[in-house]
């Protein structure tokens, strides 16, 4: 399978849509070049969007950004990136499970072109904006990385777009590597409600997971779950480059099944203060205290770990 491969994995077609539409199979929301294409209205809210754009070894696509700010984030492959006159050349990498990408901050109200000699994937995660700000490049070394949790909840996050690691007006974006067997976003939490220590923001996560020894496709669960004012209740098996939308509610854990390491990206935004202020379950909050008496998992933390740089 190339890395610019968008068809659907086998398995999908046994699996029966999910109601409210919070959870889209791969290949369900295609359209063009864009192997994702998810924007607000179809998304049945006001802020949030993503799309994945597939290119052929060769091809470019252009797109206008109308009024939302967008990431270009590789998934898989290189890519040059052109807009307002300036461009930048985005390394990118073999796949997610293969290390930390560059990545391109694109404003509202601009024209953008992405070419690619190889050919891949490429994340374009967007937020409604209210302010024009530049076109950047930022390298790979400059994205700060962390290690979340501890024992079988340990994960790497990678803060790309937060409010304290990178300027923007609204968007908010990271990804997260469960090894397999491992739970994360974890314990559940929320973020629908402006009040102190909480932001209200609308949620995607985009999953991709990883194949068995020989090739078997993997996979993953994903729990949403809401409170007596407002009910939401989910449960689904996730498989790669599925979607599922948190609109509210609590949501987690992300569970990677045993043998097949999980990826996701998350793209957030909403109408206050950009913030990833986050209110934990009080029923399972208390998880986050056992970690202390835990230690990282190792495949997070050994000399070449493979989620840190090496192959996944």
């Given at each position: 399978?190339?890395?610019?491969?968008?068809?659907?994995?086998?398995?999908?077609?046994?699996?029966?849509?999910?109601?409210?539409?919070?959870?889209?199979?791969?290949?369900?929301?295609?359209?063009?070049?864009?192997?994702?294409?998810?924007?607000?209205?179809?998304?049945?809210?006001?802020?949030?969007?993503?799309?994945?754009?597939?290119?052929?070894?060769?091809?470019?696509?252009?797109?206008?950004?109308?009024?939302?700010?967008?990431?270009?984030?590789?998934?898989?492959?290189?890519?040059k990136v052109t807009c307002d006159g300036e461009e930048h050349d985005l390394h990118g990498r073999p796949n997610v499970f293969a290390g930390v990408t560059d990545f391109a901050y694109v404003p509202c109200a601009a024209t953008v072109t992405v070419a690619s000699?190889?050919?891949?994937?490429?994340?374009?995660?967007?937020?409604?904006?209210?302010?024009?700000?530049?076109?950047?490049?930022?390298?790979?070394?400059?994205?700060?990385?962390?290690?979340?949790?501890?024992?079988?909840?340990?994960?790497?996050?990678?803060?790309?777009?937060?409010?304290?690691?990178?300027?923007?007006?609204?968007?908010?974006?990271?990804?997260?590597?469960?090894?397999?067997?491992?739970?994360?976003?974890?314990?559940?939490?929320?973020?629908?409600?402006?009040?102190?220590?909480?932001?209200?923001?609308?949620?995607?996560?985009?999953?991709?997971?990883?194949?068995?020894?020989?090739?078997?496709?993997?996979?993953?669960?994903?729990?949403?779950?809401?409170?007596?004012?407002?009910?939401?209740?989910?449960?689904?098996?996730?498989?790669?480059?599925?979607?599922?939308?948190?609109?509210?509610?609590?949501?987690?854990?992300?569970?990677?099944?045993?043998?097949?390491?999980?990826?996701?990206?998350?793209?957030?935004?909403?109408?206050?203060?950009?913030?990833?202020?986050?209110?934990?379950?009080?029923?399972?909050?208390?998880?986050?205290?056992?970690?202390?008496?835990?230690?990282?998992?190792?495949?997070?933390?050994?000399?070449?770990?493979?989620?840190?740089?090496?192959?996944?």
């Open positions: 399978m190339t890395i610019e491969e968008a068809a659907s994995p086998a398995g999908n077609a046994r699996r029966p849509p999910v109601p409210k539409a919070l959870h889209h199979l791969a290949g369900s929301l295609a359209k063009g070049p864009w192997a994702v294409s998810l924007m607000q209205p179809e998304a049945g809210w006001s802020w949030v969007s993503l799309r994945a754009l597939v290119l052929e070894p060769g091809q470019s696509a252009s797109f206008g950004t109308g009024n939302q700010e967008v990431l270009v984030l590789p998934l898989a492959g290189s890519c000699a190889l050919g891949g994937r490429f994340a374009v995660p967007g937020a409604m904006a209210q302010q024009r700000l530049p076109f950047r490049y930022r390298a790979a070394p400059q994205t700060p990385v962390e290690l979340r949790g501890a024992g079988n909840c340990s994960r790497r996050v990678v803060n790309y777009c937060m409010a304290t690691t990178f300027e923007a007006d609204h968007l908010i974006v990271c990804e997260v590597i469960t090894p397999g067997g491992n739970w994360s976003s974890y314990p559940p939490h929320k973020h629908d409600e402006e009040r102190p220590g909480e932001a209200r923001l609308e949620e995607i996560y985009y999953f991709e997971v990883g194949k068995g020894p020989s090739g078997e496709p993997g996979f993953a669960y994903q729990r949403i779950y809401g409170t007596p004012g407002r009910p939401i209740d989910l449960l689904v098996e996730v498989h790669d480059r599925d979607l599922v939308l948190v609109p509210h509610g609590y949501h987690g854990p992300s569970m990677a099944a045993p043998g097949y390491d999980l990826y996701y990206l998350n793209a957030m935004a909403g109408p206050g203060a950009r913030a990833w202020l986050v209110s934990d379950d009080p029923a399972h909050a208390w998880v986050r205290e056992s970690w202390e008496r835990q230690h990282i998992d190792p495949r997070l933390t050994e000399p070449g770990a493979r989620d840190l740089g090496g192959e996944m």
